[in-house]
């Protein structure tokens, strides 16, 4: 009687285990976000807090990590430089969010126009007009400013980038924009892209060059 | 006269006839009883069969003022431990009622098939005496067996019958169901060489069962997995992962039989059971002493070992302990693919259950413990490649009371309680910006309690009560999730009309949800089954079904790190609603072939779709839920059953599924129009030979995928014959060996993801000490 007492008390054993195993993170992987699609070693890239920049010629390639769901990243398209002084900074950049230092999203007076069907090395000159600062949202789908960069969602095309739900892919457009900066200096930027080697989102590339203002 | 031509008729179809006399005047029903078993002694290559034994019965009491002696046949159901669970006089006598409860009342040792104690059917002859019958040349005392006279004859042609559990909530005899009711046998099971539940329903009729990520999701006809019920005992479970119970996690050494009810079953069931229920029943531990084990090597790195010790650890108390070991590698439907389109899996299974017996009421005491690790490995369109970990663990402790008096009252009452964990690991390659670590845990209490009161051997009641509360603590719900349900039901069943030609029996049922989230739901049900002979039975049905919203889509905060959209839960959510019709028949024109086929429509509104909402520039798209869909799905089904010659048996089964995704306007994806189903078991028995093949062809697929440019298109992939072969030798009732091949022909596509073609060979053995669980007069 008493093996078989035991026999209970096995069974009791067994069948309380509450659910104890323990999943940990691995955490192996090395950040190797930040080498670019058209190649070049990672120390190529001039760290710069939030952001990595490289020259090539007078065209700047920047990276910048906007994972963050806090906080913007700021950008000084004049001084080539991660700054977030209110006087100074021309862009920032929050996951897929680009916005610029002018209008209802800041006091710098940048403006931007884009251009559809040229390249970007077939900029030269910043178009004379047609430049516009963030405006309130319009009554349209999304609940921010409108502008450039954001566009109106109820004409579709009007972000930097093309969402396809199906993957929920984000592709830049093939657009060039003229930035018109706190220094009142004219650059020509085309986005490249939205995810780094390792396939990680919100790690926005764009490159820009200055160009010459119209006569 | 004409209604004793009916019961021979019955007999010679599916029961193992048995005329039992009690009284000594009844030397003519003896006779009768010689005869049957001369007539139906078991052929030499048959499987060894041991007729049920009469224990005991009360006496039979003539009331006063009887003038002549009556004898009245009761044709009894005899479960496998011996009692009378149905018992259906064949006669109109007014002494019948009294004679059912006798009947009822009586104990058998069951019989037996192969060793197996099984259900079966068999006839006694109540007598009522009005003088003293003479003393020689008969059964002495009440009830007790003359062994030079076996009172129980059988046959080798029948079958033993089948009892069932859920159609009613109640043991029944599947083939007086008011619905019909598929079931998958611990024979099958075995022969059929199955490791889990998703496995056995794979090639089941009626019902498909896809791949995901996430495991093994069960379709009833045509309909996605939440809206079918997957019970194990008949309780509830936690864990739906995307809507989905994943069938893999029950392995194949605690299932003693899984039950199938398809079409609408709220009234009893409530929320979720509108496609059909599942109800997966553990085994039983009937044995003396039987210890058993298994191991099994194949192809993929394919290993399983089972075990299962049972045991008598007192005169009415039986204990049962199995364990399980599964291992599987990954696979690639796309060789070249990084990305695996089934994980590795590792599963480990322990559990136990403990039976006690006293008079009429039988307590039982479960638990198990369940550990299931996927490793997969994901690739995202964009270049991420995440190697994901899936960790669920499933505790189950459930505490079972019945109380069983056929002639009066049963009663089942039920207390379960399950917690399911489920730990998923993200690990991105080459950088640690989307690695995450997601811990899930939902608890779920559930009481049922359930009395069935018989009025008359033609009508009773069966009244329920299941309260149950659930929560969830997951990172993606930004609160904790709990609701509490009140579940109240009642079903009638009595036969309204009985002509001499036929039979109606109306069962309307009734279910009343009152739950803390969304309110209540009323889930009415009417079946109806007309038995015009006892080989043909037309059965109908109309039900109401819902299916309350899930945590997940009344509470959700979920970011997608990859792109970064958000899927937010809706709390005005509102239950689903639907309604469904069924209407078929059955056939045994001979008896070796049964034919049936069933008409089934459902239709779904307030169905819960996926919504946008407006994009917002942090988090992007976000998504959330609305009462917005509609759908329906149509359909036949037909299945034969026949058994070609003695040894060797044949089930087609075929369904056709039309489908309207009512928010899209087109057919809802991925339902195969036409199944065919087919199994085939064959067994020489002299050679210790069973051979077993499953097979499930599916034709008419269609999936909308998108292209990159955002066009959807049509895609109508070719047709998928997933056949399983196995071979079992065995050597006496020790030892056996066995050979198979899961999926043939290597079907599977991008779509339907199916384990590759997999060899496999083991090894089985068993001993049994002592004998099966007895009731003792």
Not at chain 2, 47 to 62: D, F, G, K, N, Y
Not at chain 2, 674 to 682: D, E, K, N, P, Y
Request: hydrophobic share 40%.
């Amino acid at each position: 009687m008493k093996s078989r007492l035991e026999i209970l008390g096995l069974f009791a054993v067994l069948a309380l285990p509450a659910c104890a195993a323990q999943l940990e993170p691995t955490d192996d992987g090395d950040d190797a976000g930040w080498l670019h699609p058209d190649g070049g070693a990672i120390d190529e890239w001039i760290p710069m807090g939030h952001f990595r920049v490289k020259y090539q010629g007078d065209v700047v390639h920047v990276r910048v990590n906007a994972t963050s769901y806090e906080s913007f990243r700021y950008f000084d398209l004049d001084a080539v430089a991660n700054d977030e002084d209110p006087a100074r900074w021309d862009l920032r950049f929050q996951r897929m969010a680009v916005e610029m230092n002018g209008g209802v999203t800041g006091e710098g007076g940048v403006v931007a126009l884009v251009l559809d069907g040229v390249s970007f090395d077939e900029v030269s000159v910043a178009p004379a007009s047609g430049y516009s600062a963030p405006v309130p949202d319009s009554d349209d789908r999304d609940q921010y400013a409108d502008s450039v960069f954001t566009g109106d969602h109820d004409e579709p095309g009007n972000a930097w980038y093309e969402y396809t739900v199906d993957g929920h892919v984000l592709t830049p457009r093939p657009w060039v924009y003229v930035v018109k900066s706190t220094e009142g200096r004219a650059y020509k930027l085309a986005f490249d892209g939205y995810y780094d080697e390792a396939g990680s989102p919100a790690n926005v590339q764009f490159r820009f060059a200055e160009i010459d203002l119209p006569d | 006269m004409s209604r004793v031509v009916h019961i021979s008729a019955l007999r010679r179809r599916l029961v193992l006839p048995a005329l039992v006399a009690f009284a000594a005047s009844s030397a003519v029903a003896i006779a009768r009883a010689q005869e049957d078993t001369d007539e139906l002694a078991p052929a030499s290559d048959g499987p060894v069969i041991v007729p049920p034994r009469l224990e005991s019965v009360p006496e039979p009491e003539a009331p006063e003022g009887l003038e002549a002696s009556v004898e009245i046949v009761v044709t009894v159901v005899v479960d496998e431990e011996g009692r009378v669970v149905e018992a259906t006089p064949e006669s109109d006598h007014l002494l019948a009622e009294r004679a059912r409860e006798i009947a009822l009342e009586a104990r058998f040792s069951p019989a037996t098939v192969d060793g197996e104690p099984v259900p079966t059917r068999v006839q006694i002859a109540v007598r009522f005496e009005v003088a003293p019958p003479p003393v020689e040349d008969a059964p002495t005392g009440h009830g007790e067996t003359n062994d030079a006279r076996p009172p129980v004859a059988t046959s080798p042609r029948e079958e033993p019958i089948e009892v069932v559990v859920t159609g009613a909530r109640f043991d029944q005899d599947a083939s007086r169901s008011a619905v019909r009711v598929e079931v998958i046998s611990r024979r099958e099971l075995e022969e059929g060489g199955i490791r889990n539940a998703a496995e056995a329903l794979e090639e089941a009729h009626g019902v498909q069962v896809n791949r995901t990520f996430r495991g093994m999701e069960l379709w009833i006809r045509g309909l996605d997995p939440e809206y079918s019920l997957i019970l194990v005992d008949g309780a509830t479970l936690p864990g739906r992962v995307g809507g989905a119970i994943d069938l893999s996690r029950f392995g194949v050494e605690e299932i003693e039989r899984i039950e199938i009810v398809r079409g609408p079953s709220s009234a009893l069931y409530g929320s979720e059971a509108i496609g059909g229920v599942v109800n997966i029943l553990t085994r039983e531990p009937r044995h003396d002493f039987r210890a058993s084990a298994q191991g099994t090597y194949g192809s993929r790195n394919t290993a399983d070992a089972v075990a299962r010790v049972e045991g008598r650890l007192h005169e009415k108390v039986f204990l049962g302990l199995n364990g399980g070991f599964h291992h599987e590698d990954p696979f690639r439907q796309e060789p070249a693919s990084v990305a695996t389109s089934g994980s590795r899996r590792v599963q480990g299974t322990v559990g136990g259950r403990l039976d006690a017996r006293f008079g009429d009421h039988r307590l039982s005491a479960r638990a198990s413990y369940l550990y299931l690790r996927l490793e997969g490995v994901e690739a995202s369109t964009v270049g991420a490649v995440i190697d994901r970990t899936q960790l669920q663990e499933q505790g189950q402790i459930s505490v079972e009371h019945r109380f069983d008096k056929r002639a009066r009252a049963q009663l089942v009452q039920r207390l379960t309680y399950t917690q399911y964990r489920e730990q998923t690991l993200l690990d991105q390659r080459g950088a640690t910006q989307l690695d995450q670590l997601e811990d899930h845990r939902e608890h779920l209490a559930q009481y049922t309690g359930i009395v069935r009161i018989p009025f008359s051997e033609a009508h009773d009641l069966t009244l329920g009560v299941e309260p149950m509360v659930q929560t969830l603590e997951s990172p993606r719900l930004p609160e904790q999730g709990e609701r509490i349900r009140l579940g109240v039901f009642a079903q009638y069943d009595g036969t309204v009309w009985e002509p001499t030609w036929g039979r109606l029996r109306l069962v309307p049922a009734l279910r009343a949800d009152v739950d803390s989230q969304f309110g209540s739901q009323i889930s009415p049900k009417l079946a109806a089954r007309f038995d015009v002979s006892d080989t043909v039975v037309f059965r109908a049905s109309y039900g109401r079904g819902f299916r309350a919203p899930s945590f997940q889509q009344l509470l959700l905060r979920f970011e997608n790190p990859t792109v970064g959209y958000i899927v937010l839960g809706n709390p005005d959510l509102d239950a689903e609603r639907s309604h469904g019709v069924d209407a078929g028949f059955t056939i045994e024109p001979f008896d070796r072939l049964t034919f049936g086929a069933t008409f089934f429509r459902n239709d779904l509104q307030h169905m819960i779709a996926v919504v946008s909402a407006p994009p917002d520039p942090i988090y992007g798209q976000i998504f959330t839920y609305d009462n917005l869909e509609s759908a329906w799905t149509m359909g036949a089904e037909a299945d034969v059953a026949v058994r070609v010659i003695e040894g060797l048996g044949l089930k087609l089964g075929y369904m056709f599924v039309e489908t309207w995704d009512g928010e899209n306007d087109r057919r809802l994806e991925g339902r195969p129009r036409h199944r065919l189903t087919a199994s085939l078991r064959g067994e020489i028995e002299k050679a210790e030979l069973v051979f077993t093949a499953r097979a499930a062809f599916l034709m008419g697929r269609t999936y909308y995928p998108t292209t990159a440019s955002g066009e959807v298109t049509r895609v109508n992939p070719g047709a998928i014959a997933q056949i399983d072969l196995r071979v079992e030798k065995r050597f006496g009732e020790k030892l056996a060996l066995f050979f198979g091949v899961e999926n043939l022909a290597d079907a599977g596509d991008a779509y339907l993801m199916l384990r590759p073609r997999t060899f496999y060979g083991g090894v089985g053995t068993q001993l049994t000490k002592g004998g099966d669980r007895e009731e003792s007069p």
